[in-house]
């Protein structure tokens, strides 16, 4: 049985930064020219839907539609939905967070929200954790966008969005719900948007504490593409193996078994 569908990384696997990984972009390619379903699965909240759309056909080539993306915006906005504990909320990110949660119905409350969200903000200072740190206090529920401590850049590593969750979490003591990759929300809402079964859907990343350990503990296959973050040196010593692994996704055979 071959796979039936395919939850895919992209900064690290389908390109690097501004980078291109040319095997990337001949594996979607290859996907489109087959008809096999994907969904591209990123922790990435500070940009829109429509902008990593517009990013993938200027930058690299790829041509997809809109109902390939799936965000970590589009997860926090699901899970809210589905926890339907009201329709305000205070909002710590960028643009692509904030207006994704707006344009889903909810509006701006700095004093009583259903919900504090929080995802990568390149402009947060103290006045903005004040007010999600009393609002958490008040009884809002906490959302983190994604784990990710830190984000690599050309000046080296910066805080990520896990690291102002984590400032949030000592002043209140109270632990986040986070959506993005590792964790489960985003993976089983990913699921239900690709409509194809667990066990024949393979999760495709370059980077095994994010991208594979949220295959390998949800319950999805594994495909780890050594062009980003992981290295060939250290496959040797993870703990739990990924179901593949290749230098790169030309070598990735779509009738693997």
């Known amino acids: 049985m071959n796979y039936s569908g395919y939850l895919i990384d992209l900064d690290g696997t389908i390109y690097k930064g501004n980078e291109r990984i040319p095997a990337g972009e001949r594996f ?31 930058k690299f080539s790829i041509q997809t539609g809109l109902e390939t993306i799936y965000t970590a915006s589009l997860a926090t906005i699901d899970y809210m939905e589905e926890l339907g504990k009201g329709k305000t909320a205070y909002v710590i990110g960028e643009s692509g967070l904030k207006e994704a949660i707006l344009a889903a119905g909810y509006t701006e409350d700095t004093e009583n929200p259903a919900y504090v969200v929080v995802g990568l903000d390149w402009k947060v200072d103290y006045e903005k954790f004040a007010i999600a740190t009393l609002a958490i206090q008040k009884g809002a529920h906490f959302i983190g966008s994604n784990p990710d401590l830190n984000i690599p850049t050309e000046r080296g590593l910066l805080p990520g969005a896990g690291s102002l969750i984590a400032f949030l979490e000592a002043a209140t003591r109270v632990q986040a719900t986070i959506i993005g990759k590792p964790k489960a929300t985003i993976m089983e809402k990913a699921l239900e948007r690709l409509g194809t079964k667990r066990e024949e859907t393979l999760m495709v990343g370059d980077n095994y504490l994010t991208d594979i ?44 078994k």
């Open 28 to 58: 979607i390619a290859r996907l489109q020219e087959k008809g096999i379903p994907y969904l591209f699965v990123t922790n990435n909240t500070t940009r829109s839907p429509q902008a990593v759309q517009e990013m993938l056909a200027d």
């Open 213 to 256: 350990r949220a295959g390998i503990d949800n319950g999805f296959p594994t495909l780890l593409t050594l062009t980003g973050f992981t290295t060939k040196e250290e496959v040797p010593d993870l703990p739990i193996p990924p179901t593949h692994v290749v230098r790169d996704l030309d070598e990735w055979s779509l009738d693997e």
